[in-house]
């Protein structure tokens, strides 16, 4: 106690007398307003003549002698630098310097966002985070909006972009500060209400399949009589397949945001192999082929109806009719083709025989 005393009387002594005219303040590079994990280095300046030592101190502990710098990597918000000016032993003090409080900002970190990812059209629902102060974003403000408040508003069904439920966008939660940016998403679906079963033809020959599609995906397919017509057994799950001749009612079902929707269609299946069958081997194609989502991001699907499973020819050209892709595609089958093509206008052409049937594609980023 006796010692501890005497180091403070000492302390008081120096920095009180007229005999000692040194005085040293510190200055902090880059600055003394960091993010979490940036090395800073302080630099003490003396005023008056001598060679001077150095003790740094941040808060209460000692953390560095002799140099007339100091660095540190794992600075604390609200931490204390300072600096001692001794002579060139270090046993005596000449002053203390000025004090620097540290501010210390960390990286923003984003909460998950919560909340029912669909919304049908013309709808609203809200979206929330935890975490205070970010923004709301839309990746595609065609198909919905959001509001400062997580507020999310359907407009239409997305082009392209397609998620495991159908079409998509994106939601994104932004939190910004000068030390970086974080930011939560979620996929969002804009559901509409159901419309009525769409069918590249009503009839099918026995051991091929035809298409049916509807506007509100997620829904489910079946056939009243599996020994006339029914469907593969793997996805998409919409390809009913001939069994016998005769005449099966399907059934589409669909519950979503929207409400619940049921809708059937008649289909006949036919002994194509019949000398007296009615029904063409091959359907025109222009009549035939549909094209979805277009405009896309590159991903598209093509579906060809036939009266038979066939191959067809499929050519994809620029706009100035140079070729960039060839591929084969299948009949009475959705062809699931991601291009991967620059942004741009194309042109598909089907080939079936003597037939072409030649569409525009546009692809979007």
């Not at 005999?19 to 302080?42: H, K, L, M, N, R």
């Not at 069994?243 to 194509?272: H, K, R």
Request: charged residues 10%.
């Amino acid at each position: 106690m006796r010692i501890t005393s005497i180091f403070y009387l000492l302390v008081t002594m120096l920095l009180c007398s007229n005999s000692y005219a040194q005085t040293v303040t510190i200055s902090a590079s880059p600055s003394d307003t960091i993010c979490s994990g940036t090395s800073v280095t302080f630099t003490a300046t003396a005023v008056g003549s001598g060679t001077y030592g150095y003790i740094w101190k941040v808060n209460s502990t000692y953390v560095g002698t002799s140099a007339s710098t100091y660095s540190s990597a794992t600075l604390a918000n609200g931490d204390m630098v300072s600096c001692l000016l001794t002579n060139a032993a270090g046993d005596t003090i000449f002053a203390l310097s000025d004090t620097i409080t540290m501010t210390v900002n960390s990286m923003p970190v984003v909460n998950p966002i919560t909340g029912i990812d669909s919304v049908c059209k013309g709808d609203s629902v809200r979206l929330s985070d935890l975490t205070p102060g970010g923004i709301w974003v839309s990746s595609n403000t065609t198909a919905a909006t959001v509001s400062d408040s997580g507020w999310v508003t359907g407009l239409a069904l997305p082009i392209g972009g397609a998620g495991p439920g159908g079409p998509s966008i994106r939601i994104f939660y932004i939190m910004s500060n000068s030390c970086g940016t974080d930011t939560a998403r979620v996929r969002f679906y804009i559901r509409v209400p159901a419309s009525p079963i769409i069918s590249a033809g009503t009839s099918v020959c026995m051991d091929s399949t035809i298409v049916l599609l509807d506007s509100a995906r997620g829904g489910s397919w079946l056939s009243l009589d599996t020994t006339i017509a029914t469907f593969l057994p793997f996805p998409p799950g919409n390809n009913l397949v001939g069994v016998s001749p005769g005449t099966a009612t399907i059934l589409y079902s669909v519950s979503n945001i929207c409400g619940n929707y049921l809708d059937s269609v008649q289909i006949t299946v036919v002994n194509c192999d019949s000398a007296t069958t009615s029904v063409k081997e091959t359907a025109s194609l222009a009549k035939s082929c549909s094209v979805f989502p277009n405009p896309s991001n590159g991903a598209f699907n093509v579906s060809v109806s036939s009266a038979k499973y066939s191959e067809v020819n499929c050519t994809i050209s620029n706009i100035v009719g140079v070729k960039t892709k060839q591929l084969t595609l299948h009949t009475n089958v959705e062809n699931a083709l991601d291009l991967g093509l620059p942004t741009g206008v194309y042109f598909m052409t089907i080939s079936s025989g003597n037939e072409k049937y030649t569409t525009k594609l546009v692809i979007v980023q």
